[in-house]
């Protein structure tokens, strides 16, 4: 994957992108790898500020941590769910640990999916996703 | 930062029942390898900023020896990665110290327990 195939796709669908994490770090790390393309990115520390803004507009991707200080990644997902659904925008909770079984069918059912932060963390990883989202949000 | 309980102990229904001790567990072993990806994802983006701009100076150098004029487009661009790299080295700089720390507690959790483990022994 190259970014000038990511930038040559985005130019026919630019994705849209939030990512709600409470570590400063971890949104200032998306945010680098995120530079230079042309997604166009939101990115919440605070939970309650990112389920206001998503319940206005869901975006094309969405990444949720999955420990937060006022509620966990799964529990915000589920209410989000809840309030607007996920049709037309691909959902992932982002752990650093491997959710046990019983969470990965919760997440599931919610129609959205686990995502290693390693690959957040990672430009070519995280390009790469998003490649792969673009053809998904392409082929629709 | 990073209290609430994804499983067990009365925050959720998301999971099977723990105890408070594999709660913490597994909220610190999430910590410590958020840290460390964190910590790989800056010292990659260091990495690649700083050898651009080794390829950057260097062109610049030669395009100094070979003109008396000065590329601006070349020096903003190294000047850009300069700053690139400093703001690499200050973020994986700050991921480092939140590592440390959390190893830290990591390791004072350990000394608690064992000397909860030794009392009960005795």
């Known amino acids: ?140 | 930062m990073n209290s609430a309980q994804p499983d067990g102990e009365g925050h959720t229904s998301t999971g099977a029942q723990l105890t408070p001790d594999e709660v913490n567990d597994h909220k610190l072993n999430h910590d410590l390898r958020a840290s460390l990806a964190i910590t790989n994802g800056f010292n990659q983006a260091l990495d690649s900023s700083f050898s651009e701009l080794c390829v950057s100076f260097g062109q610049l150098l030669d395009s100094q020896a070979s003109s008396t004029m000065m590329d601006v487009e070349l020096v903003n661009k190294v000047e850009q990665l300069e700053a690139d790299c400093r703001f690499c080295l200050s973020r994986m700089s700050r991921s480092l110290e939140k590592l440390n720390a959390r190893l830290d507690s990591d390791s004072r959790l350990q000394i608690q327990t064992s000397s909860s483990e030794r009392e009960e022994g005795s």
């Open chain 1, 1 to 140: 994957m190259s970014e000038a195939v990511l930038q040559h796709s985005e130019q026919s669908q630019p994705l849209d992108i939030v990512v709600v994490d409470d570590d400063q770090l971890t949104l200032d790390m998306v945010s680098w790898n995120l530079r230079r393309t042309q997604s166009a990115h939101r990115l919440f520390t605070d939970s309650e500020a990112a389920m206001a803004h998503l319940c206005e507009s869901m975006p094309g991707m969405l990444v949720v941590d999955y420990y937060m200080p006022t509620i966990n990644g799964i529990d915000f997902l589920s209410s989000l769910h809840a309030a607007v659904g996920f049709e037309g925008s691909s959902v992932y909770l982002c752990s650093a640990v491997f959710p046990r079984q019983r969470q990965i069918e919760q997440i599931t059912a919610l129609g959205a999916s686990v995502l290693d932060k390693r690959e957040i963390c990672n430009r070519s990883a995280l390009l790469g996703l998003l490649e792969a989202q673009q053809r998904v949000t392409g082929n629709k």
